[in-house]
């Protein structure tokens, strides 16, 4: 079993339900990078819950890209 990533641009990210519940790595435009799961996405901004259970929002236009791994049968 292998793994496959998958990278949304901001562009990408605002209302795609599909990121919802999904763990990533979240990186900002001054390139620090959040791990946590997503627990919601509107039209401006993200909500992302770490480890800690600690919510962070991030504005969507400052955002770099999401990093998502889908794990694949070969």
Same mark, same amino acid.
Not at 8 to 13: H, N, P
């Given at each position: 079993m292998g793994?496959?990533?998958?990278i949304?641009?901001?562009?990408?990210?605002g209302g795609n339900q599909s990121l919802v519940n999904r763990e990533v790595n979240l990186v900002? !435009?001054?390139q620090r990078v959040w791990h946590g799961v997503v627990t919601s996405v509107g039209s401006s901004e993200i909500e992302l819950r770490d480890?800690?259970?600690? !919510?962070?929002t991030f504005i969507i236009s400052e955002i770099d890209r999401i990093f998502d791994e889908?794990?694949?049968d070969y």
């Open positions: 793994k496959r990533q998958i949304y641009r901001s562009a990408e990210i900002t !435009r001054e480890a800690r259970k600690g !919510r962070h889908v794990k694949t």
